[in-house]
């Protein structure tokens, strides 16, 4: 377990705290989050806030564990399947609750978390033939925008929503783009290999 793979594995522990968060049922249990109104039009439930930090300091260890790993030496097989675990935990979990609770279009969270299965199974597939589907640009864009979408979304799209522009939207619609057009390119790269017998 190197440095590395220890912070990947903090993201899994933060994903399930904010799993946590985002699903007890704190009002049944006699505590209620704090709320706040914001230019008197905006709600502001408290609980979303200190899930979208959260959410911000588990992006960030995805950017510092695969730096550190390349700049050390210390990219593992297991480094690369935890850190593609704790990726989808992070971003598909939370996707589907916002879903759930009407945060967010249900197209949004399916688009993106089918195009996530298939493209897991299509690497599956390769790595099983001994080779390896490397990541792409408009996957990594994907994800940025994604992670920032989600972002702004868990706090209430602000600043943009008092003017009011729907940035968070934009985004997660935009991400949604990138996950379907990555997903076609993966599967041309890996088609040589999927027709192997």
Known sequence: MNTANKITMSR???????????????????????TFLISGKILIDLKYIVVGVLFIIASLTDFFDGRIARKNNMVTDFGKM??????????????????????????????????????????????????????????????????????LTLFYNLPFELIPLRISDFLLALASILSIISGVKYYIMAKPYLKEK
């Open 12 to 34: 899994i522990v933060m994903s399930l705290i904010i799993i946590i968060i985002l699903l007890f049922p704190f009002d049944q249990m006699g505590f209620e989050f704090p």
């Open 82 to 151: 935890i850190d593609a675990i704790s990726d989808k935990l992070l971003t598909n979990s939370v996707l589907i609750i916002l879903a759930c609770n009407g945060k967010i279009s249900t197209v949004i969270a399916v688009v993106i978390v089918m195009r996530d299965i298939v493209v897991d199974s299509i690497k599956m597939v390769v790595g099983n033939k001994g080779a390896a589907v490397a990541a792409i640009g408009v996957a990594k864009a994907k994800t940025a925008t994604l992670m920032v979408g989600i972002t």
